[in-house]
């Protein structure tokens, strides 16, 4: 059985959404898959297509841009969601120019109230060199605020490196 919150956090392209997946797959729940990106361009497109095109029939397929709680007052215990990313989440949150923290404050409680077991995929973007624009800085850092609180939250943190998962906090089921 999956624990109530799982947090799978990984670099661009490094296998962390197939492994949520994978991990979703084989808990006995019935998989939900709450997609979070906007379609910006056709490169976003093409992405969100060979998502798509992994996931099988069994997966209730939902798209929330901004309020992934609206999806996770639906959901029961017989359920676990994968939220896919928390990273686009952010990204929608900062380009519409709301209250990032009263976002993120409302994100993990809808995930804390939802009754169904969560996984969040995330992308750790703390690792390179310091953006050169604001924007992008201020990004940064709001992404490793919101990935601390998801890591502090969760019961099962897990970072997928090419693919390899790394226990930081928990045990695998």
């Given at each position: ?13 490094s296998?962390?959404?197939?492994w ?14 709450l997609?979070t990106?906007?379609?910006f ?5 093409l992405?969100i ?5 992994r996931r099988r ?5 939902f ?5 992934p709680g609206e ?5 029961d215990?017989g359920q676990?969601v ?5 990273t686009m989440?952010?990204?929608?949150v900062?380009?519409d120019d709301m209250?990032i ?7 993990l409680?809808?995930?804390a109230?939802?009754?169904a ?9 703390g ?5 050169e624009?604001a924007?992008?800085r201020q990004f940064?850092?709001?992404?490793g ?9 969760a019961?099962?943190a897990?970072l997928?490196?090419a693919?390899l998962?790394q ?7």
């Amino acid at each position: 059985m999956l624990p109530k919150l799982t947090f799978v956090l990984g670099g661009a392209a490094s296998g962390k959404s197939v492994w949520a997946e994978n991990l979703l797959l084989t808990s006995g729940l019935e998989p939900v898959y709450l997609a979070t990106s906007r379609v910006f361009d056709d490169e976003i497109k093409l992405r969100i297509n060979a998502h798509k095109s992994r996931r099988r029939d069994e997966w209730r397929n939902f798209e929330q841009d901004i309020y992934p709680g609206e999806v996770l007052a639906t959901c029961d215990r017989g359920q676990g969601v994968l939220i896919d990313c928390a990273t686009m989440w952010l990204t929608n949150v900062i380009l519409d120019d709301m209250d990032i923290l009263a976002e993120r404050d409302r994100l993990l409680r809808d995930i804390a109230s939802c009754s169904a077991s969560v996984i969040v995929v995330s992308n750790e973007v703390g690792h390179g060199i310091v953006p050169e624009n604001a924007l992008a800085r201020q990004f940064r850092e709001e992404q490793g605020r919101l990935n601390i609180a998801l890591a502090a939250a969760a019961d099962l943190a897990v970072l997928v490196t090419a693919g390899l998962p790394q226990v930081l906090r928990g045990t695998l089921p």
